[in-house]
T-cell receptor, first 112, second 112 residues
Framework: GENVEQHPSTLSVQEGDSAVIKCTYSDSASNYFPWYKQELGKGPQLIIDIRSNVGEKKDQRIAVTLNKTAKHFSLHITETQPEDSAVYFCAAGSGGSEKLVFGKGTKLTVNP | NAGVTQTPKFRVLKTGQSMTLLCAQDMNHEYMYWYRQDPGMGLRLIHYSVGEGTTAKGEVPDGYNVSRLKKQNFLLGLESAAPSQTSVYFC???????????FGPGTRLLVL
């Protein structure tokens, strides 16, 4: 089955710096890669996703890149702000599967 | 449109007691999921359902049962709670036409 590894488990940056979180997956059939943000005491919320027919996707300060050959994808947050502090999860899924497999999460702290 | 709701928000159980967690969604989604979240373990799938009257096992199903008698509701039962089931439980749902899962706010369960 699919296995998703996520690094780092914790990340601390200064406000205004960039943050990068990386994930690798094992199943070459996976073609859908979402990123979720979980604020303290709340449920995860989708912030961006990418499909395997696209190499990069941007949404304002957030971008995701995908390298299908290497089976890894990354979340990039630029100009970080204190409200970006949260736990971020990557996940992988395929059109033929009902399930997503999640990474273990990265706790991002943005220091003012 | 409330999205995905979960009841209760918090519960304390004694070892051996039983309880049912309720998930409800008003988005007419076909698929529903139960996850548990433990520190450093990410989100692990317990059971899921691809439609009314259907259920399937996920990664960590032991000690839990589920039922999907109505399309909008997905119940997670613990017949005899154990301290190892202390966790935060999240429900999610999605439509059959897209992979994006929408999460509820979570239920925090403490088993003493």
């Amino acid at each position: 089955g699919e296995n998703v590894e996520q690094h780092p488990s914790t990340l601390s940056v200064q406000e205004g710096d960039s943050a990068v979180i990386k994930c690798t997956y094992s199943d070459s059939a996976s073609n859908y890669f979402p990123w979720y943000k979980q604020e303290l005491g709340k449920g995860p919320q989708l912030i961006i996703d990418i499909r395997s027919n696209v190499g990069e996707k941007k949404d304002q300060r957030i971008a995701v890149t995908l390298n299908k050959t290497a089976k890894h994808f990354s979340l990039h947050i630029t100009e970080t702000q204190p409200e970006d502090s949260a736990v971020y999860f990557c996940a992988a899924g395929s059109g033929g599967s009902e399930k997503l497999v999640f990474g273990k999460g990265t706790k991002l702290t943005v220091n003012p | 449109n409330a999205g995905v709701t979960q009841t209760p928000k918090f519960r304390v159980l004694k070892t051996g007691q039983s309880m049912t967690l309720l998930c409800a969604q008003d988005m007419n989604h076909e698929y529903m999921y139960w996850y548990r979240q433990d520190p450093g373990m990410g989100l692990r799938l317990i059971h899921y359902s691809v439609g009314e009257g259907t259920t399937a096992k996920g990664e960590v199903p032991d000690g839990y049962n589920v039922s999907r008698l109505k399309k909008q509701n997905f119940l997670l039962g613990l017949e005899s709670a154990a301290p190892s089931q202390t966790s935060v439980y999240f429900c999610a749902s999605r439509t059959s036409g897209a992979e994006t899962q929408y999460f509820g706010p979570g239920t925090r369960l403490l088993v003493l």
